[in-house]
Antibody, heavy 119, light 106 residues
Framework: QVQVMQSGSEVKKSGSSVKVSCKAS????????IIWVRQAPGQGLEWVGG????????KYAQTLEGRVTITADASMDSSWMELTSLRSDDSAVYYC????????????WGQGTLVSVSS | EIVMTQSPATLSVSLGERATLSCRAS??????LAWYQQKPGQAPRLLIY???IRATGIPARFSGSGSGTEFTLSISSLQSEDFAVYYC?????????FGPGTKVDI
């Protein structure tokens, strides 16, 4: 049974940084892709980026490139998403999700982490 | 970036009716298309991947079709628990994108 658990809510000031953690248990972590998605209040889903721990490959949304960094530690079955230079429009629920081997689309989702950015 | 569009934005249906949702990609994504259902306050739930493969535990009333740039999600007989927002998602390359969603309501 795959389980994805994320860290708790965060309240940040504009210009600061946030780091959200995700632990994905069940199966061999290193074989899976981890994907990060965010959802602003009342809005749709936006892909943030992803990582394939086995390959050490990361990809980011063009709109966030330069401000977002996704990392993973296979020994801990964990991934982290750090977003810097926060703005008010970064306020959103951030989801971590995992794809099964050989796939790229998210199958198993975490509960989401609310990040609120205030001035 | 591949742009995904969905239609209609809102679909009003009655219990037991068939619902047909459309998704279009700005360029071919092959079969790398997934559908998600999201209810208020919940994480998205995978329904269909690979354009037509039902995810584990998804009822047979959900079906996906299409390839390339045109895709359809059909719900054969709407149940009360199916009223939600549905998103299509392409993963044909490592610049994933989601459609804006279709809200299915009564």
């Amino acid at each position: 049974q795959v389980q994805v658990m994320q860290s708790g809510s965060e309240v940040k000031k504009s210009g600061s940084s946030v780091k959200v953690s995700c632990k994905a248990s069940g199966g061999t972590f290193i074989s899976y892709a981890i994907i990060w998605v965010r959802q602003a209040p009342g809005q749709g889903l936006e892909w943030v980026g992803g990582i394939i721990p086995m390959l050490g490959t990361t990809k980011y949304a063009q709109t966030l490139e330069g401000r977002v960094t996704i990392t993973a530690d296979a020994s801990m079955d964990s991934s982290w998403m750090e977003l810097t230079s926060l703005r008010s429009d970064d306020s959103a629920v951030y989801y971590c999700a995992r794809a099964p081997p050989g796939r790229r689309e998210p199958h198993y989702w975490g509960q989401g982490t609310l990040v609120s950015v205030s001035s | 970036e591949i742009v995904m569009t969905q239609s209609p934005a809102t679909l009003s249906v009655s219990l037991g009716e068939r619902a047909t949702l459309s998704c279009r990609a700005s360029q071919s994504v092959g079969w790398d298309l997934a559908w998600y259902q999201q209810k208020p306050g919940q994480a998205p739930r995978l329904l269909i991947y690979g354009a037509y493969i039902r995810a584990t535990g998804i009822p047979a009333r959900f079906s996906g079709s299409g390839s390339g740039t045109e895709f359809t999600l059909s719900i054969s007989s709407l149940q009360s628990e199916d009223f939600a927002v549905y998103y299509c998602h392409q993963s044909s390359n490592w610049r994933f994108t989601f459609g804006p969603g279709t809200k299915v309501d009564i």
